[in-house]
Structures are given as structure tokens and as C-alpha cells.
């Protein structure tokens, strides 16, 4: 098959396609059914075995039966635009005009992909960190963009300064910044924030923060939003998703805020992909979000234990670990155990332990691929019970 659409450019580029030019699924697609297909405890595709909170589901249950399933407004329902206002001044103190300044979304993907082909012209440049979320290639391939990354490298996965400043040239035109970040579980630094900030003045760029990990952010330490930095708001988008925060990652409701020019043109591009989505979900999202202080503080602490008891399940299997600060996901290099291709192991670990992970490798371009060649990422957002058994079937590979 010739390559002629930009989205089979970019399916080809990012090694969506096969040999014969069919599209493969993606990693997690293809992990989970692995998982379904040998039985393995599925800790690669980062969804909850649990439901969402139940005053949540109850409200989707009453928007179901009391008339909400028709077209949303364009924007999202106004009592979740009030409840994505609220949630910002409540636990960030930043000021957001609900009628204005927020989009609802499907999802943080469509809030990143309308962002992006918003704001990318041919040519343009798109940074992100590396390893990175596949839907950022994927997306900057669409826009005709250019994708320049920033590697992250072990056992902590901080930005180095020097790399950071090396990333941006005039062509710069957006920044993703993912933070807590998906697979590492890392979280930016100060210095790195400000930084970045300084970097996306001085080069006349904007920042999407991609922040759908938000409350899962550990040992005490507070999720700083980008946009709460001086000199941030006027040129940041601020992107997160009712899915991590509250177990409900089949909704699909996400949502971006920031500068109302900026959003009005981010929503002229979003009414032609889904138009709206989850007229029943959207109300049930705005009751989570508007859940006590002390509901988020339980949903981290919960998590914050899942992390420690995952953790030290794959220590003590024999992998080498990276502190997870945040996020649903930990590190772990298999080279300890004599495994130095993730990819391979993660392919045979059903077979060789039961359990279902992601090579970190599907998430870095052919460079920090190799680079990053042993390391696999485990997600801890289960019940604690199915952890366990990980830990009990992953201390066989010793054996
Ligand atoms: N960004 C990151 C970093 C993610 O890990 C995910 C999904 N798990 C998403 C975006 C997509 O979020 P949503 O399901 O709300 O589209
Ligand atoms: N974000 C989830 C993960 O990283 C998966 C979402 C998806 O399957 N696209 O595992």
C-alpha cells in the first residue's frame, strides 16, 4: 500500500502499520488482549478494576433516566464548565471563567488532539519528553507537525536542563507537558517548570499541560499545575480527564482550560471531530469533581499503597525499580533477571509468570528505545488482591 493520506504517513512513521500496511493496535490494545487470551493478571493497560465512586454512578444513573441523552451544548454542560471552574480555585487557586475558559472534551486524547491541530501548521515543531503517551506522535504525524523530544533516562527520569533548551528552535510552536507523567511516574522539578515557562516566552510557544494524573501524585508532595507559575496562564493549556480521578476510563470525559481566544479556537476544531459526547457522564463527572477534599486525599492514599505494594512485589522478584511519584504506572528493569529486551519479555511473560506488562520501548522513538531496552511498565491501579498475585506469580521468574 502507497502512503498517501497524512494519517497513513503518520501511521508508517510511528510503526502503527504492518508489513502488509494494516493497522496494528495499539500497544495497550494488544496487551489487554493478550491478557484476556493466556489469563495473565493485566497490569499493562492502565485502566482501574474498580467503579467509580458511587454518588458518581448514581448521577449518571439519574442523567440516564432523567432526559440527558440527547446533544450536550457545544461546550460541555454548564454544571460540569461550573465544576471544572470550581475544582481549579478549590485545590489550585487559579481563576477560570466557566463560560469562557473551558472546553469539555472526549477525553484528555481529544483535548490534545484538537489542541494540536489547532495550533500546528505544516512544519511546525511539537516538543514533548520522551518516553511519551503514543497519542502525542500519533497526533503531531496528523498536523503535519514536527516531533522534537526530550529524552527522560533512569532511575529517576529528570529533564536534563541543557536537552530541554536544545529542543527549542523559532519553528517551536506548542509544548505537551505530561506531568505526572505516564510510563514513568516521575514528576517535573522546579527548576524544570520554571524553565519551561521561561523557554515557551522566549520562544513564543504554548504549553499543553497534560495533567490527567492530577490527584495521583504521592508521599505528601502537591500536584503543581503549569499554568500557576508567573508569566504561565496567558500561554497554557491545561488538559486532565474525569477518567483516572474517578474510575471511569471508558466515560470518556476530559476537559482543557486556559486564555478564552486560545479555547474558542481549540472548540472550532473540536465541533468537527466529536462535535459533544457523554451528555449522561458529563453531570456525573461535575458531582465527582465536586466530592470533599477528603474523598481525593483517600483515592491517593489508596493508590500510594497499591504503588508500595507493587513496588516491592518486583523487588523482591528480582527487577530493578524507579521510584513512581506519581501516576498509575512503576518502572521496572528486567535486566537483573537476564532479560534485556522488554519487548520480548513482555510478550512471553504470560507464559513464563502470568502477569501482562508494557515495554517502556513503545512509548520512545528507535534512539531511547534501545537505551530504555530492559525496562517494563507495570500498572498499579488494581485491587490489591489482584497485586498480590502478581507479586506471587512474577517471584516464579526467580525460580
Ligand atoms: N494522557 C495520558 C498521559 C494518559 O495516560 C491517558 C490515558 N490513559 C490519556 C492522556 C488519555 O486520557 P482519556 O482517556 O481521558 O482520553
Ligand atoms: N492511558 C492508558 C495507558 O497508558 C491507556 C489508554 C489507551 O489504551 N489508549 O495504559
Redesign the pocket.
Known amino acids: 500500500m502507497t502512503s498517501s493520506t497524512p494519517w497513513q504517513r503518520t501511521a508508517r512513521g510511528a510503526g502503527l502499520l504492518d508489513a502488509t500496511g494494516h493497522l496494528r493496535s495499539?500497544v495497550?490494545?494488544e496487551m489487554s488482549a493478550l491478557a484476556t487470551a493466556t489469563g495473565a493478571v493485566n497490569l499493562g493497560?492502565?485502566f482501574p478494576d474498580e467503579d467509580p465512586p458511587e454518588a458518581v454512578l448514581e448521577a449518571a444513573r439519574d442523567a440516564l433516566f432523567g432526559g440527558s441523552n440527547q446533544y450536550p451544548p457545544g461546550r460541555g454542560v454548564p454544571t460540569l464548565l461550573e465544576a471544572v471552574s470550581e475544582h481549579q480555585q478549590r485545590f489550585y487557586g487559579i481563576d477560570v471563567d466557566p463560560g469562557r475558559e473551558v472546553l469539555v472534551t472526549a477525553g484528555a486524547t481529544e483535548a490534545i488532539a484538537a489542541t494540536v491541530l489547532a495550533f500546528v501548521d505544516q512544519g511546525d515543531e511539537v516538543i514533548t519528553f520522551e518516553p511519551f503517551?503514543d497519542a502525542y506522535g500519533a497526533v503531531i504525524g496528523l498536523a503535519g507537525g514536527r516531533h522534537r523530544t526530550v529524552p527522560l533516562r533512569g532511575p529517576d527520569f529528570r529533564v536534563d536542563a541543557d536537552e530541554l533548551r536544545a529542543a527549542f528552535s523559532s519553528r517551536t510552536r506548542l509544548v505537551i507537558v505530561n506531568d505526572p507523567h505516564?510510563p514513568t511516574g516521575t514528576l517535573l522539578d522546579d527548576a524544570t517548570r520554571s524553565s519551561l515557562v521561561a523557554l515557551a516566552h522566549e520562544f513564543d510557544a504554548l504549553l499543553v499541560t497534560d495533567e490527567v494524573y492530577e490527584h495521583v501524585v504521592f508521599d505528601g508532595v502537591p500536584h503543581v499545575p503549569l499554568s500557576t507559575l508567573p508569566g504561565a496562564s496567558e500561554r497554557t493549556i491545561t488538559v486532565s480527564s474525569g477518567g483516572k480521578t474517578f474510575n471511569a476510563t471508558g466515560w470518556k470525559i476530559g476537559w482543557l482550560s486556559g486564555p478564552a481566544s486560545l479555547v474558542s479556537q481549540i472548540m472550532s476544531v473540536k465541533q468537527y471531530l466529536t462535535f459533544v459526547n457523554g451528555s449522561v457522564f458529563q453531570p456525573a463527572i461535575a458531582v465527582g469533581l465536586r466530592l470533599p477534599r477528603e474523598h481525593f486525599d483517600d483515592f491517593t492514599a489508596d493508590l500510594q499503597s497499591k504503588r508500595d505494594l507493587l513496588s516491592a512485589g518486583l523487588l523482591s522478584a528480582g527487577f530493578d525499580v524507579s521510584p513512581a511519584r506519581g501516576s498509575y504506572f512503576v518502572v521496572a528493569d528486567a535486566a537483573p533477571l537476564g532479560y534485556d529486551d522488554a519487548a520480548e519479555f513482555c510478550r512471553a511473560l504470560p507464559q513464563l509468570a502470568g502477569v501482562v506488562g508494557v515495554p517502556v520501548s513503545a512509548f520512545c522513538g528507535p534512539t531511547l528505545a534501545a537505551e530504555h531496552s530492559s525496562l517494563v511498565r507495570f500498572?498499579f491501579c488494581k485491587r490489591a488482591e489482584v497485586i498480590d498475585e502478581a507479586g506471587r506469580r512474577l517471584a516464579a521468574l526467580r525460580a
Open positions: 495499539t495497550f490494545a493497560q492502565g503517551y505516564n500498572a
